[in-house]
């Protein structure tokens, strides 16, 4: 959380827009019970990786703890630009992503929240809204359940 805080602190809000993406990966207690420690921590390399492959050279992904992921988007002169990075990264989590488990391909799909940078909020709590917004999206694909989640994601 140090980390990601620094980032934002030294980041010039004025001059570009900021979007926080805030990224939980769906049901992964149970891939890790299911399959073992080796497939969860698989999960995470290639969540990692397509990740880094979805974003600029502008933005910053930092694993924040366990499944959570924060995506800072910087660099965009338009807010358009950081909502095309979040719906590519939206896409790639419903279910683009998967890893070999005893001869079974296991989808990897995840939430996202999204939310821009709002300089009077200090860091921290920016990181909260996009968190807010995450648990909103998960608990609305749970109600609707879907086996494949929509790729609707909007900055707000």
């Known amino acids: 959380m140090i980390l990601i805080r620094s980032f934002l602190n030294a980041a010039d809000p004025g001059s570009n827009d900021i979007t926080l993406l805030f990224i939980d990966l769906d049901d992964f207690g149970q891939l890790n019970k299911r399959f073992g420690d080796d497939v969860g921590d698989e999960a995470l390399r290639v969540l990692a990786n397509g990740v880094r492959r979805n974003i600029r050279e502008t933005d910053i992904a930092i694993r924040k703890g366990g499944d959570e992921f924060v995506i800072i988007l910087l660099g965009a002169n338009e807010r358009d630009t950081n909502e095309i990075v979040g719906k590519r990264i939206q896409k790639m989590l419903d279910g683009e992503l998967s890893v070999l488990a005893r ?36 608990q609305a694909r749970k109600k609707s359940d879907k086996a494949a989640f929509s790729s609707s994601i909007a900055v707000v």
């Open 103 to 138: 001869g079974e391909s296991i989808g990897i799909r995840g939430s996202v929240g999204a939310f821009p940078y709002d300089i009077e909020k200090a860091p921290l709590e920016n990181i909260k809204f996009a968190d807010a917004l995450m648990r909103e999206e998960k």
